[in-house]
């Protein structure tokens, strides 16, 4: 390719076509910019792809994380009013389980927290919550409802907010990896990719894990990666179900692992111990697709990679658990078992704002809610507009400071 060659002239270049860069490109265009999606592989390749769609607002710790996780909440509202109800977002609840009295303890010093939060949260005994949750474990001897939880598919969104972007005259390009951003001097000018220049007056990066590859322009983002492991049934149930959470494993929930009186003992995964280092940690939880599939997650582990593929310990501590949870479904079948790349900022908030001329929106932990609120944020910000979660995720914030990944 010669230097010379221009794929696309435009206002925007968006980097990535997950779900920050085509919410993004989506709230660009509605502001009246001209915008091009260029995608390495084609949308919903990285972690937008891969997940099982929960957005989960009980496990968001006060203020700044939950008012995200809301407004993320409400943005799905607002596309099923623009892009129809394609994407079966549904708002059934969630479920945190407990399987001993001293979880179930710390689990109700979270309740009074949650509702101090707003949040509409009740302490169930077991059979009210299995009144709730056809897939609820025998395991449970209670749980913690929380009637705000709600869920997604996430990959029928993709594919709906891509098409509604193309109709507002977005132009996606796939397979179109970008090399490197182009300057005039400081300035961003476009990106370079493997298909020619896509020349720009702003360039905006969402490139998920991704963005740790900035440093070979000289850019710092402080991302750590992390392989999320994800197992999928065949449907087992259906009907509606809430979100499950069990405490074996309590990786994403900042509320309760920040709690005063929350204890690392109680919630501990028994599988832990027993690997061989190879996987970190794991994040408890289950829940069910609209068609029924049962979704098992999540083996946490791979911390600095760029590898999705997960790993044989990991694949054995997915079986594992869910052999354990789910005996009664041994006969179904797994018709997938995964990773994906996830990110983590120092602060779990994600990056959004402008860094050495160009403008990120990166760092989506429980992006399935944060993702399309901060696509709002950032295209507030090209705009000029003032947003109310701007300071607090902008790039050099406080909290990222000195921070080395
Ligand atoms: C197994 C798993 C389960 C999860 N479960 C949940 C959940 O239930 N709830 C929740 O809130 N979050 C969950 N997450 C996290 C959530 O999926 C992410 O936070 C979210 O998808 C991030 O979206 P993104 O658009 O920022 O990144 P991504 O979806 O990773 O998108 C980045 C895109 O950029 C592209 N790209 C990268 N580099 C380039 C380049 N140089 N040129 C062109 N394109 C490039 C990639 O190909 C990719 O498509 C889960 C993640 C995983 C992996």
Request: aromatic share 8%; with cysteine.
């Amino acid at each position: 390719m010669s230097s010379d060659s221009v794929l696309a002239n435009t206002d925007i270049v968006v980097v990535g076509a997950g779900l920050s860069g085509l919410c993004t490109a989506w709230e660009l265009r509605q502001r009246g910019f001209g915008v091009v999606v260029v995608e390495q592989r084609f949308p919903a390749y990285g972690a937008s792809g891969r997940n099982p769609g929960a957005l989960w607002l009980q496990t968001r710790r006060s203020g700044l994380e939950l008012g995200l996780a809301r407004h993320g909440k409400r943005k799905y509202e607002e596309y099923v009013s623009i892009v129809g109800d394609v994407f079966d977002y549904r708002c059934e609840g969630g479920l945190f389980f407990f399987e001993t009295e001293e979880q179930g303890a710390v689990l109700q010093s979270y309740v009074q927290d949650r509702r101090a939060a707003g949040l509409e949260i009740e302490m169930l005994d077991h059979a009210a919550a299995a009144k709730k949750s056809r897939v609820l474990p025998r395991s449970a001897i209670g749980a913690v409802f929380c009637a705000d939880d709600a869920q997604v598919d996430s990959l029928q969104f993709i594919s709906a907010i891509e098409a509604a972007c193309i109709r507002a005259g977005v132009r996606v390009f796939r397979n179109t990896a970008v090399l490197t951003t182009l300057r005039d001097r400081d300035q961003a000018i476009g990106v370079r990719t493997v298909r020619g220049d896509v020349l720009a007056s702003g360039v905006v990066w969402a490139t998920g894990a991704w963005a740790k590859t900035l440093i070979s322009e000289g850019i710092h983002v402080p991302v750590q990666t992390v392989r999320i492991g994800q197992l999928m049934m065949q449907p087992v149930e259906t009907g509606t179900t809430p979100l499950l959470h069990g405490p074996q494993g309590v990786h994403g929930s900042g509320a309760l692992v920040e709690l005063a009186d929350f204890d690392p003992e109680a919630f501990a995964t028994p599988l832990s111990g027993e690997g061989d280092g190879a996987y970190e940690s794991y994040n408890d939880t289950a829940m069910l697709n609209r068609a029924g599939a049962l979704y098992v997650g999540h083996s946490i582990d791979g911390r600095g990679s760029l590898n999705p593929h997960i790993s044989l310990a990991s694949t054995n501590v997915m079986a594992a658990l869910a052999a354990e949870r789910y005996p009664s479904y041994s006969d179904h079948g797994v018709t997938g078992l995964w990773a994906g790349l996830g990110s983590e900022t120092p602060d779990q908030l994600p990056i959004v704002g402008r860094i050495d001329s160009i403008y990120l929106n990166v760092g989506h932990d429980w992006g399935v809610s944060s993702a399309p609120a901060c696509a709002e944020v950032l295209a507030a910000i090209v705009a000029g507009e003032t947003n109310e979660f701007g300071a607090a995720l902008a790039p050099d914030r406080a909290a990222l400071q000195g921070a080395t990944d």
